[in-house]
Structure formats: C-alpha cells, structure tokens
C-alpha cells in the first residue's frame, strides 16, 4: 500500500511537472478573420510571453491548466482567457476587436519595434492620400519635389540631401525601389507606382544598424508593406485648383470568402500645376492583390501592378532672372522639359511555419521599368546655339529573390531569436542613354550610350540574445557584386566587368529598464554602391564605400499620453558620391561625417486629438576639407515636422501639418545659402453614413518658398558671362481640392 501510494504520488508529480512545461499555440485573427502581427501575448502567472508572427500564429512556453493569457495590440481591446485542458489539444484561436486608439494603451515593452509602432499611430491617425504623403511618415524625413511631379522626390534625412534615394534603401512588399546605375542617379526611387490607400505598414531604420538590409542603408532605411485585405469598396473623387483632378477606386473582389482575399485599385491623377506652362501631368496606377491561408496558415500572396506617367515641366529658375522681373517665381527659362515613365511588378510572397519554432519568409519578384527625362540645369552654358537640354532613358528589367528564416530557441535560460537570409537581385538595362537634345526632338550628341548588367547576392545572420531586460543582437552581411557594361559608343565590342565584396557588422543592445522606458545602443557598418559606368570606366577603388554608425537613444513614455524617443547619433562616410546625372559623372566629395540629435513627441491630448512633432539637429562636414571650406551642399542643419490630427469627433476628421527646414549652404563655403521654409498644410473630413466628404488645403497660409534648390553655374543666351547662383522650383501656392467618397 505504501509502494502503490509513492507510485501514485510520483505520477501526479510527473504530470504536474509535464503540465507545467507545456506550450500553448494559438492564431490570433481579427474581427474580419484576417492575422493580426506582432500581437503581444503574455502569461500572466509563470510571465512568459511571445508575440504573433505574420501569419497570425504564436507559442507561448511555460503554460498550463488555470493560467490567464493577457493578449494585446494597440488598437484592439484586450482580451485575458483562462487556459482549459483543451487549449492544449488544439489551436487556440482568438478574436480581438479593434477599438478607438488609445494612446495609454501602449506599452513599450509590449512592442514588437516600438518606433515602428509610433509610424503604426501615425498612419492611423493621419491616413495618406497621396504618394508624397507616404514617405513623409518617416519621422524626421522631408521631401521636394522639381520635375513637375513625375520625377522622383528629392530626400532629405539626418542632415542628406540623398537626392533621389543615394543613401535611403527603399522597399515596396520586398520590392526593391532604388534603382542602381539609373540613367538620372545613383539610387533614384520613385514611389509613384504606390496608391497610398493600399498601404497598410511603415517599417523604418535609421543607420546602418540592420543586416537584412543592404546597399544604400546610410541614412536609413524604409520598408512599405500593402494591405492584404479590404474591409470595403470604395470610389473617390477629388476636384481642385489648377485643373486638378484624381479619381480613385479601390474595389474589394472576394467578399467574405473563406481565407482567401483578393482586391483591385485603381488610381488616376491630372494636374497642369501652378505654373504658366501647364504641366500637362497625368499618372495611372492600377494594382491588385490576391492572398490565400492554407489550413495551417500558410501564406501566399500574388501582386501585380501598373504605373505610368508623363508630365512637362519648368525646370530650376535661376534667382537673378525672377529678380530682375524677366520671368515670374512660375515662369521658365525652357519649358521644354519633362518626360515619362512606366513600371510593371510583378511580386509573390510565400509565408510558411516550418516548423513550430521557425518561420520562413520568401518573395520573388519581377519589375519592369522604363524612364525618359528631359531637362536643362544650365541653360546655354554649354551650347550657345542649340541650348544645354539633355536626355536621359532607360530600359530596366530586375529580376529577385528574398528567403528568410526566423527561428526561435534557447541557450541555456536564454531565449534567443535567429534570423537568416539570403537575397539575389539582377539588373539588366538596355540603351541606357544620356545624350544633348534639341526640344526633345532632336538627338544632337550622344554622351553615353550602353547595356548595364548588375548583379547582387547577398546573405545575413542576425541573433538577439535575451538576458532578462537586456537583449543584444550581433549581426553579419555579406554582399557580393558583379558590374558589367557594355559601351555603345566604341567602336569595339568590349565587355567591361570587376567584382566586389564586402562584409558588414553591425552590434546592438537594448534595454528595458521600466515597462515604458527603453534605452538602446546601436551600431553598424553600411555601404552604398556607386554607379557600374563610373566603376568600370574608370576603374576607381572605392566602389562599395563604407559607413560607420552609432545611435545612442532612448523610447520613453513618461506619462499615459505622452511619448517621447531621441537619439544622439553619428555617421562617417568614407567617400559620398554626388552623382552628377547631366554630366555623366560621379564627383567624390571624400570622406564626411555628421553627427546630431533626433528627438520626437507624441502626445493625445483627449480620445480625439493627437499632436506629433520630430526635429533633427545635425552638423555635417567634410573630414579633408580646411575649416570655412568643409560645408555638405544642401545639408540641412535643423528640420522639424508634425502637427495636430483630428480622429474619429462627431464624425470629423482631419489635421493640421506642418514641416520646416533651415538655411541651409548651397556651396561648400557657405557664400550661397538656401533658403529654408516652414509650410503648413490643412485637412478636415466628414463622414455620413457611407459617404465622406473632405477639403484639403497645401500650403494654408500662401507663402512663397522654393521647394528645391541648387547653387548652379548657368548663362542665359543674352548673356556674356556664366553665372553661379541658386536655381529652385517654387514650392505650391495656396492650393485647394475637394473629394467625395463612397463606401460600399
């Protein structure tokens, strides 16, 4: 009797012990059954916790019988369930409910990425309508645009001027957008092919402190995801000044079909702009989108879009001309100028649990793009008789491939995550072409003509290693490049080719020290890659140069609606490229370093109304340059962006934006300046029942400012002598527009 009451009592603890190591697995969904990410799941008894992975699906260790599972995400309500026998059997599946977004609700250490988390709030506060909009999410980024809409924006970030994408990586769904040896730029990203009602996430970096990510992370990088499903059909219509129209239509094609989602969008833009030689600019954007969950939520998306465009533009002006009255701040030296271009994706993501602690993340993708450009930055500077307007065009075809791999396991009593990858990333162009031009009829000379072949394989290994409040993540990338070129313009058929390597560290740690108080350090080596014709032509060293960072910051949330991130942060490049797009050139400016101070606000004032601002301050220098000589052309020094967003009040919504950039030196001593501006912008909505009607307003208070601007060496065709000054585009006048949509 006694053995038999040992055995029984052995069992019991055995079960128990079992019992008490279990692991419950679970998929957390929405109200419209679709994944929810990065759903923060905690034990609250054994204080275990896990958050959702994209696919919805989460495993929570250390559980058992009576155990109450907390899981939030901001924007839906909590839920807390107590753990039945049967939870362990089977998936757990749970329902949470959005809600109105509470910014109390956050928790800091809850988040999966907390900065991201803040865009999250951004995106939902202030929704964009248009493709400007979409990167100016981006905390602290400003853009300006100079080609009469159709041309890529010029970025600013972190004391850059990245010009059109030099040292900001941009992706798209996986989606490369920098395109690499562009006929008009190194780096150049368009995101015109983006509908910004079908973006769903921000995801952003700043420095180069990420391993998956690669060529142009300098300054940073950014990653949009769209939207895998819509709740409702929608057609708007937006009328304003200067013959502006846009017509959107976004059209849900599986309605409550089980795990299967499908929807078509549809975009189309006209505007002749506010200058006096209309613009003539028209976009049409048409994407759609289908995803299907396999029973074990298993993911495959199919994304395939069109974007084309064309425009006539006014180019830069220079100063003295609208100063001595010759022509108005909307006028032109040659209005000739403009172009066109088109791109076709072609994207499939593939989304697997491969196992119950690994997850695998793929997509291949096909993009097809073709671009002309047609522009005159200095006049008859060059050609006195015919003018100095050139052509640049392309033919792209890109071909990739991204494989991820998260795993989850332990060392010991340490939980540590891995990620791993690999990437491959073609680019074929044909005729790439700059060449003089005669009003954009006439080829008087070619400059450069030829076919460029760049190849990118890549692979990365990141591991956090968690030690109670502390995580540190060491990470490695190696990039392996092929360039090869084919010149035109010889005589002889020659194939010009080199390679090249490179290996980048990066090392950061962060650290929980209160629930809502995250201190990190980061640090990291990046690189950009300069353009394959300047590399093979001339057969230059610095092909992949470096970048060296550090971040030092904190994310902090001192009070229930209040929250605060800075960063005291430094970056050395050890050469920056200014690509010279009308010359057909790369001038090296040497080595540079900027070193400055992020700081960003949100706070909700009521359940309505939420304010945000972000300010940079940065000083950035050339290292072998003589003190007084040392300045970074177009290099801003401080830029502040933010405003108020109105949400969800008696059937109101809307905002007040605002964005400021300084004085800033056009020159590398500073004796030609340009000239900052602080432009606000204004929103408000109404919404009965399916209908919603808006009045947005640009530039609310009508100031002059010049949205971009270059120190220029021009000469017009009366003049005997070459001037130096600043050339700009006019930012918008006060601008107006009116929009109705319909849900359905």
């Not at 700059?434 to 591991?463: M, P």
Request: glycine share 8%; net charge negative.
């Amino acid at each position: 009797m006694k053995f038999l009451n040992k055995f029984t009592f052995l069992v019991v603890c055995l079960a128990f012990s079992t019992m008490h190591a279990q692991d419950i697995k679970g998929v957390v969904v929405n109200a419209e059954k679709q994944p929810l990410e990065a759903v923060y799941v905690y034990n609250l008894n054994s204080q275990s916790h896990a958050h959702s992975s994209e696919n919805g699906l989460f495993i929570l260790e250390d559980s058992q019988v009576g155990d109450s599972i907390k899981l939030g995400l901001l924007g839906y309500k909590n839920q807390i369930l107590v753990l039945e026998a049967a939870n362990f059997e089977t998936k757990l599946r749970v329902t949470l409910k959005d809600k109105i977004l509470q910014l109390e609700e956050l928790v800091i250490r809850e988040a999966l990425n907390p900065l991201n988390t803040i865009a999250k709030l951004d995106l939902s506060t202030t929704p964009v309508n248009s493709s400007q909009e979409i990167l100016r999410k981006v905390p602290g980024l400003i853009i300006g645009q100079h080609a009469g809409g159709g041309k890529a924006e010029q970025i600013f970030l972190r004391g850059f001027d990245i010009d059109h994408g030099t040292d900001v990586a941009i992706n798209v769904d996986g989606m490369p957008v920098n395109m690499v040896s562009h006929a008009h730029g190194q780096g150049y990203s368009d995101l015109h092919f983006i509908i910004p009602e079908t973006v769903n996430n921000i995801d952003f970096g700043k420095g180069p402190y990420y391993a998956h990510k690669g060529d142009f992370d300098t300054a940073g990088y950014i990653d949009f995801s769209t939207k895998d499903y819509l709740g409702e059909s929608t057609v708007a219509l937006s009328v304003g000044q200067f013959n502006s129209l846009r017509t959107l239509g976004m059209f849900d094609l599986l309605d409550n079909t089980p795990n299967q989602n499908a929807y078509a969008a549809v975009e189309y833009i006209a505007t002749d702009g506010p200058f006096e030689s209309p613009q003539n600019f028209n976009r049409l954007n048409m994407f759609g989108k289908y995803v299907m969950f396999s029973p074990e939520n298993d993911k495959l998306s199919l994304t395939i879009s069109h974007f084309t465009s064309r425009w006539d533009a006014s180019g830069q002006i220079p100063q003295r001309e609208v100063d001595n009255g010759d022509i108005t701040r909307f006028g032109a030296i040659d209005d000739t100028e403009g172009g066109n271009t088109q791109r076709t994706n072609l994207n499939v993501e593939y989304t697997k649990q491969v196992s119950e602690k690994s997850l695998l993340k793929t997509n291949a993708f096909y993009v097809k793009n073709q671009f002309e450009l047609y522009s005159n930055f200095t006049f008859f500077l060059e050609d006195p008789i015919n003018g100095d307007q050139i052509k640049q065009k392309e033919n792209r075809d890109i071909f990739g491939l991204n494989s991820m791999l998260i795993h989850d396991t332990r060392l010991g009593d340490t939980e540590v995550k891995i990620t791993s990858g690999l990437g491959l990333r073609q680019d074929i162009t044909n005729d790439t072409e700059l060449s003089k031009t005669l009003n954009r009829t006439t080829t008087l000379e070619y400059v450069q003509l030829g076919d460029i072949n760049q190849t990118n394989i890549n692979g990365f290994a990141n591991a956090d290693f968690e030690f109670g409040k502390l995580t540190v993540a060491p990470g490695l990338r190696l990039d392996y490049f092929k360039f090869m070129y084919n010149d035109e313009l010889q005589t002889d058929y020659e194939t010009l080719a080199q390679t090249k390597t490179i290996v980048s560290p990066k090392l950061n740690f962060f650290y929980a020290a209160k629930d809502n108080l995250q201190l990190y350090v980061k640090s990291g080596i990046g690189f950009h890659s300069n353009d394959a014709r300047v590399v093979l032509d001339n057969q230059i060293d610095d092909i992949l140069p470096r970048a060296y960072g550090i971040d030092v910051g904190n994310i902090w949330k001192p009070s229930s609606k209040l929250v605060v991130n800075t960063a005291l942060w430094y970056l050395f490049l050890e050469q920056e490229f200014v690509y010279v797009g009308d010359a057909g050139i790369v001038e090296p400016s040497g080595k540079t370093e900027r070193f400055g101070l992020d700081l960003g606000l949100r706070y909700q004032l009521n359940d309505w109304l939420f304010f945000d601002t972000d300010a940079t301050l940065t000083k950035a220098r050339s290292v072998e340059e003589p003190k007084g000589e040392d300045y970074i052309p177009l290099a801003p020094s401080f830029t502040l962006t933010g405003g108020l967003a109105l949400n969800n009040w008696k059937n109101f919504s809307g905002g007040l934006r605002y964005r400021f950039i300084d004085d800033r030196p056009a020159n590398e001593d500073n004796s030609i300046v340009a000239e900052g501006y602080f432009v606000t912008d204004f929103n408000l909505n109404y919404t009965m029942g399916k209908v919603t009607l808006g009045v947005a307003i640009e530039n609310l208070f009508d100031i002059e400012w010049n949205e971009t601007q270059f120190a220029t060496e021009s000469r017009l065709q009366n003049e005997p002598q070459p001037v130096t000054e600043i050339h700009f585009t006019p930012g918008t006048p006060f601008f107006a527009k009116g929009t109705v949509s319909y849900r359905f």
